[in-house]
């Protein structure tokens, strides 16, 4: 073929799964891995006439002469990787991911270029580990040539590629089959909307308009909605629409993508029924910026008009009110959420002004001030700001937000929180939250601070696990939620219950400091010494701040009898509350764990002056236990409305 010749080819893209996160962890095996896989891969590319163009890192890109030989190929790769990873154990496995599509290439020294190389990439990474995905070109020329079924994934919208691109799955012999337990059609999951916008800097729209369908759609009591923390994991990592069912337990499944111009605003959606591996609808909206909010009624209705779900009276007012007229403090608010979901300091300070900026638009823009409000919530509960400096403007925040729209479940969490931290009032704080999941009964923030502030805190610990439990079947991929689940086992004395959990978290979230560090504790209660100082040790040096996790591990130290150790990291603590923001909390925790019991009352007394958020919740930790009996400690509890139920016995 002539240098700049353009013709019609096969190409082939392949990826080995986790290859970068292996390479960080050990990079030696990484590389014996790597060569393993080229050796097994490479013979079957001259088989099929295939020519490899080049190796980028741990993928190649292949270009074949027809569609039905590169299939054939990627089929005999996978098979006999297939037959050399049953003989080993999961984490010496080699996992590849193929996309075979069909279009024109251009050569040019030794290289091709064109959209069939950047469309043969983008739908790789579709594709289920050990799978292949092809795109429709291909399958019309290997329909009824091949061994083995393909599959629709319907119709996607690829980065950098115009035109929607329908993409099949190689159903290979070997595979698992389908499970057996029905999906439930009720229960969705909105996935990440695709930027299509000419500008990259407006990806915080589609990640905005996500959040707020999502947010629209769980006002339809009937519908199960899974949260933003879970469908968001697959934005940086999509995966087949079987794997994303399977992993959120949803039967139904959106999928769209957002384009602004202007003023201008085109969303694309189509809804896919998991169970059955097919397309229901799909529907484009071409409207005004303005008209966003109707956009989400909309879909919220054409949905529940497919599942045959009833909207009931005040739901199709819900979804039909508009939160502003005015465009702009929209865009200015789904610009706040998107920073404030950063939960970095930056990005609370960068959201804070564009929620500020959204009210100076629209004085009347309930969201807008509840976003404050939970700005303030997240910097105070992080230590980034005083309680002295959060408390007084949130809860101006969450009240004005609920004095413009009593309807919005976010406000009345916010205020929730200002109620048991600001006023200790733990009924009115139950009764916000109440109201919150009535009015959203999918709203996973409002079970997991029914369960963890308010029920785990009085001791209604059975009842505390059952929100917990139900809060992460809303978000079943969130570490936080999670954690506080096995929190709550650990309090109620079911440890052996509440390391598994940790161990979950952590198979999926290795890098989910808490989650060592609780771990930890769990493990220390099970006389595991040597294990738990390593889950904390390691949890400080992810997270690289002493303040956070430091109490755990003097608490570690001193129940395995390393009373030096303690004490010097006690001291190490104390220099650092020279230097920076360490909270009050913290501090008597501390001072608790290292059985300075004197020196914990003084600082717990202190949290209870300057109203810490961070006071209830870690009352009934076991940093405290030897203050059980203090008078002081009770009269403290009592006050702030929190239920000691004693340092029960661990239960198997």
């Given at each position: 073929?002539?240098e700049?010749?353009?013709?019609?080819?096969?190409?082939?893209?392949?990826?080995?799964?986790?290859?970068?996160?292996?390479?960080?962890?050990?990079?030696?095996?990484?590389?014996?891995?790597?060569?393993?896989?080229?050796?097994?891969?490479?013979?079957?590319?001259?088989?099929?006439?295939?020519?490899?163009?080049?190796?980028?890192?741990?993928?190649?890109?292949?270009?074949f002469?027809?569609?039905?030989e590169?299939?054939?190929?990627?089929?005999d790769?996978?098979?006999?990787?297939h037959?050399?990873?049953?003989?080993?154990?999961p984490?010496?496995?080699?996992?590849?991911?193929?996309?075979?599509?069909?279009?024109?290439?251009?050569?040019?020294?030794?290289?091709?270029?064109?959209?069939?190389?950047?469309?043969?990439?983008?739908?790789?990474?579709?594709?289920?580990?050990?799978?292949?995905?092809?795109?429709?070109?291909?399958?019309?020329?290997?329909?009824?040539?091949i061994d083995?079924?393909l599959?629709?994934?319907?119709?996607?919208?690829?980065?950098?590629?115009?035109?929607?691109?329908?993409?099949f799955?190689?159903?290979?012999?070997?595979e698992?089959?389908?499970?057996?337990?029905?999906?439930?059609?009720?229960?969705?999951?909105?996935m990440?909307?695709?930027?299509?916008?000419?500008?990259?800097?407006?990806?915080?729209?589609?990640?905005?308009?996500t959040?707020?369908?999502?947010?629209?759609?769980?006002?339809?009591?009937?519908?199960?909605?899974?949260?933003?923390?879970?469908?968001?994991?697959?934005?940086?990592?999509?995966?087949?629409?079987?794997?994303?069912?399977?992993?959120?337990?949803?039967?139904?499944?959106?999928?769209?993508?957002?384009?602004?111009?202007?003023s201008?605003?085109?969303?694309?959606?189509?809804?896919?029924?998991?169970?059955?591996?097919?397309?229901?609808?799909?529907?484009?909206?071409?409207?005004e910026?303005?008209?966003?909010?109707?956009?989400q009624?909309?879909?919220s209705k054409?949905?529940?008009e497919?599942?045959?779900?009833?909207?009931?009276?005040?739901?199709?007012?819900?979804?039909?009110?508009?939160?502003?007229?005015?465009?702009?403090?929209?865009?200015?608010?789904?610009?706040?959420?998107?920073?404030?979901?950063?939960r970095t300091?930056?990005?609370?300070?960068?959201?804070?002004?564009?929620?500020?900026?959204?009210?100076?638009?629209?004085?009347?823009?309930?969201?807008?001030?509840?976003?404050?409000?939970?700005?303030?919530?997240?910097q105070?509960?992080?230590g980034?700001?005083s309680?002295?400096?959060?408390?007084?403007k949130?809860?101006?925040?969450a009240?004005?937000?609920?004095?413009?729209?009593?309807?919005?479940?976010?406000?009345?969490?916010?205020?929730?929180?200002?109620?048991?931290?600001?006023?200790?009032?733990?009924?009115?704080?139950?009764?916000?939250?109440?109201?919150?999941?009535?009015?959203?009964?999918?709203y996973?923030m409002?079970?997991?601070?029914?369960?963890?502030?308010?029920?785990?805190?009085?001791?209604?610990?059975?009842?505390?696990?059952?929100?917990?439990?139900?809060?992460?079947?809303?978000?079943?991929?969130?570490?936080?939620?999670?954690?506080?689940?096995?929190?709550?086992?650990?309090?109620?004395?079911?440890?052996?219950?509440?390391?598994?959990?940790?161990?979950?978290?952590?198979?999926?979230?290795?890098?989910?400091?808490?989650?060592?560090?609780?771990?930890?504790?769990a493990l220390?209660?099970?006389?595991?010494?040597?294990?738990?100082?390593?889950?904390?040790?390691k949890?400080i040096?992810?997270?690289?701040?002493?303040?956070?996790?430091?109490?755990?591990?003097?608490l570690?130290?001193?129940?395995?009898?390393r009373?030096?150790?303690?004490?010097?990291?006690?001291?190490?603590?104390?220099?650092?509350?020279?230097?920076?923001?360490?909270?009050?909390?913290?501090?008597?925790?501390?001072?608790?764990?290292?059985?300075?019991?004197?020196?914990?009352?003084?600082?717990?007394?202190?949290?209870?002056?300057?109203?810490?958020?961070?006071?209830?919740?870690?009352?009934?930790?076991?940093?405290f236990d030897?203050?059980?009996?203090d008078?002081?400690?009770?009269?403290?509890?009592?006050?702030?409305?929190?239920?000691?139920?004693?340092?029960?016995?661990?239960?198997?």
């Open positions: 073929m002539g700049g010749e353009r013709r019609l080819a096969a190409v082939m893209f392949t990826d080995i799964v986790g290859y970068s996160a292996q390479i960080q962890k050990d990079e030696a095996r990484a590389l014996r891995m790597l060569e393993e896989h080229r050796k097994v891969v490479r013979p079957f590319f001259p088989k099929h006439h295939g020519r490899e163009i080049k190796t980028m890192g741990d993928s190649f890109l292949v270009e002469p027809s569609a039905l590169a299939v054939r190929c990627a089929f790769i996978q098979q006999s990787l037959e050399m990873n049953l003989r080993r154990v984490d010496q496995r080699v996992l590849l991911r193929v996309g075979v599509h069909l279009g024109d290439v251009v050569h040019n020294e030794n290289d091709v270029y064109g959209d069939a190389v950047n469309i043969a990439s983008r739908i790789e990474p579709l594709a289920e580990p050990g799978g292949i995905c092809v795109t429709g070109q291909v399958y019309d020329q290997v329909k009824n040539k083995f079924p599959s629709s994934l319907g119709a996607k919208e690829l980065k950098n590629v115009g035109d929607l691109t329908v993409v799955k190689a159903l290979l012999p070997w698992e089959t389908p499970r057996s337990a029905p999906l439930d059609t009720h229960r969705i999951a909105v990440p909307f695709v930027n299509m916008s000419p500008d990259p800097g407006d990806e915080y729209f589609a990640d905005g308009m959040e707020e369908l999502i947010s629209t759609m769980s006002k339809v009591g009937q519908f199960e909605v899974i949260s933003r923390t879970s469908v968001m994991q697959f934005k940086k990592n999509p995966k087949p629409i079987r794997e994303v069912s399977r992993e959120l337990d949803a039967g139904t499944i959106l999928e769209g993508s957002v384009r602004k111009s202007g201008m605003l085109r969303v694309t959606v189509q809804m896919i029924d998991a169970a059955r591996d097919r397309h229901l609808w799909a529907e484009n909206y071409d409207r910026l303005k008209d966003a909010f109707s956009i009624s909309e879909i054409a949905v529940a497919e599942l045959k779900v009833r909207i009931f009276p005040n739901e199709k007012t819900r979804l039909e009110h508009r939160p502003t007229n005015d465009s702009e403090a929209y865009n200015l608010y789904l610009k706040g959420r998107f920073y404030w979901n950063e300091r930056p990005g609370l300070e960068k959201a804070t002004r564009y929620f500020t900026e959204a009210t100076k638009r629209d004085p009347n823009f309930a969201h807008a001030y509840a976003g404050l409000a939970d700005c303030l919530m997240i105070e509960v992080w980034f700001v309680p002295r400096e959060s408390h007084e949130r809860a101006a925040y009240r004005k937000a609920l004095e413009l729209d009593e309807s919005l479940a976010e406000a009345h969490v916010a205020l929730a929180g200002i109620l048991t931290t600001l006023d200790w009032d733990v009924e009115g704080g139950e009764r916000e939250l109440r109201r919150a999941i009535e009015l959203n009964p999918n996973a409002a079970h997991h601070m029914y369960g963890f502030g308010i029920l785990g805190t009085t001791g209604r610990l059975d009842e505390s696990i059952a929100q917990l439990k139900q809060a992460e079947k809303l978000d079943p991929l969130s570490p936080v939620i999670a954690s506080n689940l096995g929190d709550m086992l650990l309090l109620a004395g079911r440890i052996t219950e509440a390391v598994d959990q940790y161990r979950r978290i952590l198979d999926n979230n290795p890098d989910f400091a808490y989650a060592h560090s609780r771990l930890g504790l220390s209660k099970q006389a595991r010494h040597e294990e738990a100082i390593f889950e904390i040790e949890s040096d992810m997270l690289g701040r002493l303040a956070n996790w430091a109490p755990d591990l003097i570690a130290y001193r129940v395995a009898g009373k030096d150790d303690s004490e010097q990291l006690l001291a190490k603590l104390e220099q650092a509350a020279q230097r920076e923001y360490v909270s009050n909390v913290e501090l008597a925790m501390a001072y608790g764990a290292s059985g300075r019991t004197e020196k914990a009352m003084e600082f717990l007394e202190k949290a209870a002056m300057e109203r810490s958020s961070q006071l209830r919740i870690n009352l009934t930790e076991p940093h030897q203050l059980h009996t008078p002081r400690f009770q009269r403290l509890a009592k006050t702030i409305g929190v239920v000691i139920t004693g340092s029960p016995k661990p239960r198997p």
